[in-house]
């Protein structure tokens, strides 16, 4: 009986061991895949925005300060961005949307001793014979600036016309007065002068000149001139032009205006004249030069 019961014991024992001992929970490992990121470099192109004067170059021939002086007509100005000839002197400002007019002392025309990178008004492209009078009227406007210019050997700033109005004979005027040209004075030039901006127009020395001689370029002189009074400097301004029924008026940023009314201008409708824009060089000092920047540019009639 004491065996039995010792054999009972050992047999409970060993089975209470065996439904009490935990199995080792089976931990499966797994392999981290490896991966790779793959980082696109986005290049950050940064887009250049370009922009282009408003300017129309249909009704314009340029004059340049070199050759005989060499001028360009339409339509061989409309592509001055590839052509050879004008791209040192006339090409675009694509940052600022600006057309620059760069010069210095070079060729000139027959009238004058000063060079030129400056517009000339055609009515019809590529001629010259076709202009307007005072009476028939005409508008040009233009926002501008001075990028560059020159000092003279006192340290003062070299003078710029930077708008004119031109006269001009017809072929029976010329005839008329024995001219070898259809030349006649300016009856504007428009100066950048010294950061300011000056008025120069034309007055007859006498007013009872005759019908005949009132047409020869020396019974006109210069007038005294205007100034404005805003310092334009190098900062971007407006310059306005109005001709009608004889009357003339310059407007510098809407603001400040001189107007000519008076018997010199009515007696100057005899002749036919054109706009004229650019940069006209008023010195012939070795290493001057200025670049002027037109931003806009319209002609009306």
């Not at 202009?131 to 070299?158: A, I, P, R």
């Not at 000056?198 to 020396?218: A, E, F, M, P």
Request: charged share 25%.
């Amino acid at each position: 009986m004491r065996v039995f019961l010792g054999i009972f014991a050992f047999a409970m024992f060993v089975c209470c061991t065996i439904k009490n001992e935990e199995e080792e929970p089976v931990v499966e490992v797994q392999e981290e895949e490896e991966v790779v990121v793959v980082e696109e470099e986005e290049e950050q192109e940064q887009e250049v925005t370009y922009k282009l004067p408003n300017i129309d170059l249909n009704n314009w021939k340029v004059t340049l300060p070199i050759g005989n002086p060499t001028e360009v007509k339409p339509p061989e100005i409309l592509n001055y961005g590839t052509n050879e000839i004008l791209k040192p002197f006339f090409y675009n400002d694509s940052i600022n949307g600006a057309l620059v007019f760069y010069t210095y002392p070079g060729s000139s025309t027959a009238n004058s001793s000063y060079s030129r990178t400056e517009l000339r008004e055609q009515m019809v492209p590529g001629s010259n014979s076709t202009n307007w009078t005072f009476s028939q009227g005409g508008n040009m406007k233009g926002t501008l600036s001075m990028d560059e210019v020159s000092k003279d050997s006192n340290g003062k700033y070299h003078r710029t016309i930077i708008m004119q109005i031109h006269g001009r004979l017809t072929n029976a005027q010329r005839d008329l007065i024995g001219e070898n040209d259809n030349n006649a004075p300016p009856m504007l030039k428009i100066y950048w002068n010294y950061g300011y901006i000056r008025v120069k127009t034309k007055k007859l020395k006498d007013i009872n000149v005759s019908n005949v001689d009132i047409l020869k370029t020396d019974s006109w002189t210069d007038d005294e001139g205007y100034n404005f009074s805003k310092y334009v400097g190098f900062d971007k301004f407006t310059l306005e032009v109005k001709v009608a029924n004889g009357r003339m008026e310059v407007i510098l940023n809407d603001e400040e205006s001189v107007v000519y009314d008076n018997i010199h201008i009515h007696k100057w409708n005899v002749f036919e004249n054109y706009f004229k824009a650019g940069n006209y060089l008023s010195t012939i000092d070795a290493g001057a030069f200025a670049k002027v920047k037109y931003y806009s540019l319209q002609v009306t009639h």
